[in-house]
């Protein structure tokens, strides 16, 4: 059977992994209003993701104010598809 991932397991670390997902990158605000979380709160989680490699963060000037970035990499990418399976593994045994 597969494993669930610790680093992705967390209901917010999946949510995140599930926007990001879909998208090529969103923006930290965003992620945050989606959430409905703290800066803080959603900075731990980004943090914890981004030390495992799941996800890269990028700050840009947008409209002359700094904005934070967050894009899933290919192996975040990997790593939530097969957290997803094990879920659904998990779903399908009962």
Not at 16 to 32: G, N, Q, R, V, Y
Not at 62 to 67: L, V
Request: hydrophobic share 45%; charged share 20%; glycine share 4%.
């Amino acid at each position: 059977m597969a494993t669930l991932d610790p680093v992705i397991h967390a209901p917010n670390r999946l949510q995140i992994c599930a926007l990001l997902a879909t998208s090529a990158e969103l923006d930290f605000k965003l992620i945050k209003e989606r959430l409905e979380v703290s800066d803080s709160v959603l900075s731990k989680h980004l943090k914890a993701l981004e030390s495992a490699g799941y996800i890269s963060l990028k700050k840009r000037t947008h409209n002359g104010r700094p904005k934070t970035w967050v894009a899933i990499t290919s192996n975040g990418l990997v790593s939530f598809n097969a957290h997803v399976s094990a879920l659904k593994a998990i779903i399908d045994v009962v």
